[in-house]
């Protein structure tokens, strides 16, 4: 079966620190891939999306990801974090072969920013 | 455009009742999706409708079932509730998309908090 993998379970960084999320995915095939944030108290909200094309993907409040299809990775970047991106971050998979798929998420990564 | 709304926002129900959510898509999503999300598993399919057609389960015991109306508005029911029942239901709503050029995204909606004492 299919899965997706985040590496960090809690992530804490002070104010201006570099960001980097980790997310693996176990499907060979086709995938479109998410990276998903959900804010304390808020529901999720899409920050940014891979469908094809250019692998790195610049999503919204200066985050980016970058898909390496030989890693089988999707990984989230930010250069300079802000108290207010303490958040939990989920990353999320669907296939694109067959009938219409559904999302696999991670178990997200918490992140900290201390201001 | 008006988000992804579901009611009620929190539900307390015991152990062996029924429970009703209901979801409201975005304007012209067809494609909603239900997850639970728990802190234990995180964020799991439940099931897929799109023109009030289940396309897609995910691997829930037959308690849980949904439905979807004319109107794209959804619904999902958990019959004899479980302790571990509990948790936050989410609803998703989505263009149509295709194998073969991808999928949009999902909007999700505040959620359903349900919790089953």
């Known amino acids: 079966a299919q899965s997706v993998s985040q590496h960090n379970h809690h992530v804490i960084l002070s104010e201006a620190a570099s960001l980097e999320l980790g997310c693996n995915y176990s499907?060979?095939?086709?995938?479109?891939l998410f990276w998903y944030v959900q804010y304390p108290g808020q529901h999720l909200q899409l920050l940014l999306k891979?469908?094809?094309?250019?692998?790195l993907v610049k999503g919204i409040k200066g985050f980016e990801a970058e898909f390496i299809k030989s890693k089988f990775s999707f990984n989230l970047r930010k250069p300079s974090v802000q108290w207010s991106d303490t958040a939990e971050y989920f990353c999320?998979?669907?296939?694109?072969?067959?009938?219409?798929?559904?999302?696999?998420f991670g178990k997200g990564t918490k992140l900290s920013v201390k201001p | 455009k008006a988000g992804v709304t579901q009611t009620p926002r929190y539900l307390i129900k015991t152990r062996g009742q029924q429970v009703t959510l209901s979801c409201s898509p975005i304007?012209?999503?067809?494609?909603v999706s239900w997850y639970q999300q728990t802190p234990g598993q995180g964020l799991q399919f439940l099931f897929e409708?799109?023109?009030?057609?289940?396309?897609n389960k995910g691997n829930f015991p037959g308690r849980f079932s949904g439905r979807q109306f004319s109107n794209s508005r959804s619904e999902m029911n958990v019959s004899t509730l479980e302790l571990g029942d509990s948790a936050l239901y989410l609803c998703?709503?989505?263009?149509?998309?295709?194998?073969?050029?991808?999928?949009?995204?999902?909007?999700f909606g505040p959620g359903t908090r349900l919790t089953v004492t």
């Open positions: 499907y060979g095939g086709t995938v479109n």
């Open positions: 409708y799109f023109s009030e057609t289940q396309r």
């Open positions: 998703a709503s989505s263009l149509e998309g295709s194998a073969e050029y991808g999928y949009y995204e999902q909007y």
């Open positions: 999320a998979v669907i296939r694109t072969g067959g009938s219409q798929g559904n999302l696999i």
């Open positions: 891979y469908f094809s094309g250019d692998p």
């Open positions: 304007s012209g999503h067809r494609s």
